[in-house]
């Protein structure tokens, strides 16, 4: 019993963990996010973010146009869709010129229209944690724009701090998952105590 509800609480944990693809990408190099719609009929634009910035938004494209006021100013000018069209559900994020800062997890979501009376609707397609490294040769930290500097480590790196959370989320799962399996044992062995009946006067 106690494995199975383990597995009931990690499961969702486990597969969103699995459905995170890692790209590394050098400094100062062109990199290429993956994503594809199942289905590109319907597809009424892409929103490519980062829940750790402000604004979140480093692409956002609606109906066939970009929307520049929402989109993080770090990455003006330096990202653009594989195929603004969207043909064949092609929503992959081009980015340029990569810095240290850009390492984090990005979200790709797509905007489809709804019938007649349906609004559009947004839909989460892939999550890709890109990992910024020094190039071959190189050691030390990078400031947000890729120059050199002295020692440390890499600014926004995030690649371990996500593994940490995930493992924290686990941990805390299992342990709920353990208390509520022994909660459920306690009640089950109060259920089935009865107390010895009283011996009737004959």
């Given amino acids: 019993m106690l494995p199975f509800l383990i597995l009931l609480f990690l499961n969702p944990l486990i597969s969103a963990a699995q459905d995170i693809k890692t790209i590394t990408a050098r400094l100062g190099e062109k990199v290429t ?25 480093v692409l956002l494209l609606r109906d066939g146009h970009i929307v520049p006021e929402d989109q993080q100013p770090s990455f003006k000018d330096r990202v653009e869709l ?5 043909r064949n559900g092609d929503v992959s994020l081009i980015l340029e010129k990569v810095k240290a800062a850009d ?11 709804g019938g007649e009376r349906r609004k559009r609707a947004v839909k989460t397609i892939s999550s890709i944690n ?3 490294v020094d190039p071959p040769g190189q050691t ?26 995930v493992f924290a989320v686990l941990l805390v ?18 259920d089935s105590y009865q107390p010895p009946s009283e011996q009737q006067p004959v």
């Fill in 33 to 57: 996010l993956p994503c594809r719609a199942p289905n590109s009929n319907n597809l009424a634009g892409v929103e490519w973010s980062r829940q750790d910035l402000e604004p979140e938004y």
């Fill in 173 to 190: 799962s299992a342990v709920i998952g353990f208390l509520i399996y022994r909660k459920h044992k306690q009640q089950q062995s109060q």
């Fill in 130 to 132: 890109l990992s910024v």
């Fill in 82 to 86: 594989q195929d603004q069209q969207m």
């Fill in 103 to 113: 390492n984090g997890t990005y979200e790709c979501r797509i905007l489809t229209h």
């Fill in 140 to 165: 030390g930290g990078h400031t947000e724009d890729g120059e050199k500097e002295a020692g440390g480590e890499k600014s926004g790196s995030v690649g371990p701090a996500v593994g940490l959370s």
